[in-house]
């Protein structure tokens, strides 16, 4: 058995290797990547390269558990403690046992160590917050609930998806994979702005957003009517295939109740950012969103670069006086042929219909 020291930004990761095994443990990563490690709006200014440079930084040493058995389980009580705090947080653990392997979840980016977690001997330092302590502290309020509670309140989208992972938050309380939980914050807060946007007076001109980080490109397309959102991702350029099958999920003004399994967890990341934006300005609007992925990118970092590039998108936008001259424009910028786009495009077929008639 050995004894490890360690500093942790606070994080603690739940990968799920294969379809139901579930891990938990901490990160403890080097002095010179703590202050960066969970900094996704750092990262946005990175390359990708330079990202996941950071993000081995940091090896974690995980356990099995499961969801809803294990949730009381001493070490990983311990573990949802540490998660509560901001700022650094010094951990003394055990291992149980050791491999020689060392394995990479490509996913978020994190080493998994040849090591099983076993006790949290002691852990120190950290900052607590009375916002998360009092949703923490609060067993009655739903899982919804506490997360609109701590984003209305401003804490950041990433702490409340790690406090969601760690089972910290509602009154049915389990463990929920990494990759789950992000996908869910993520979906749980754009709805409830959805539903006030749909309020709004309908924007009346056209705008388009873009931006371009980390080998991804998106475009925010803007129309005027009443709230319909949908979002269309291509790898033509990481693969060199100009006429790509492009992924492409949508919702009306009266939402969705499936998952969206062609977009996976971007369409919803990329819906957090735009929801956003929409309950900035007080309106509705329709939205388009490409999404273009080239060789710059190293696949499985996770969505955060969707959150934040549709983030930058938004606050670069440009006014048109016509739809189609918009429309043209957004096909200019992509490698993806504008047949492509228009193939999977619900919307912006239609619009190219209306146009020829």
Known sequence: ???VNGFSPPYVYLPLIGSKKLLIGPSL????????????????????????????AGKGIFKPADPSRDINESSISRLREISLYSGNVEVELEYVKSRSNIIFDPYEGVTLSGGELGRIIHYSGGVADRRIEKAYGDRDLLAKD??????????????????????????????VATRWSITAVDSMISSKLIDEIKNYPELNEHYLGES?????????MMFPGKFYYEMMESWGPFFGNRNPNVAMDYEGFLGR??????????????????????QEIKRQAKIVVLLEVDRNWIPNLGVWRVREGTEIALKNLKKFEDENAM???????????????????????????????
């Open 1 to 3: 058995m050995d004894i």
């Open 29 to 56: 990563v080097n002095p010179d990547a703590l202050n960066v490690y969970t900094n996704p709006k750092y990262w946005i200014r990175l390359t990708s390269r330079q990202v996941l440079y950071i993000r081995k």
């Open 146 to 175: 506490a997360v609109l509670y701590l984003h209305n309140s401003g804490i950041s989208v990433y702490k409340i998806q790690q406090l969601l992972s760690v089972g910290a938050l509602g009154s049915k309380r389990k463990l």
């Open 212 to 220: 371009y980080a980390v080998g991804n490109r998106i475009i925010v």
């Open 257 to 278: 109740t499936n998952y969206a399994e062609e977009v996976e967890g971007a369409y919803y990341a990329a819906r957090y950012s735009v929801a956003r934006h929409l």
């Open 327 to 357: 429309i043209d424009y957004a096909f200019s910028k992509t490698y993806t042929s504008k047949k492509s786009w228009l193939s999977s495009s619900f919307f912006l077929r239609q619009k190219t219909l209306e146009s020829f008639f």
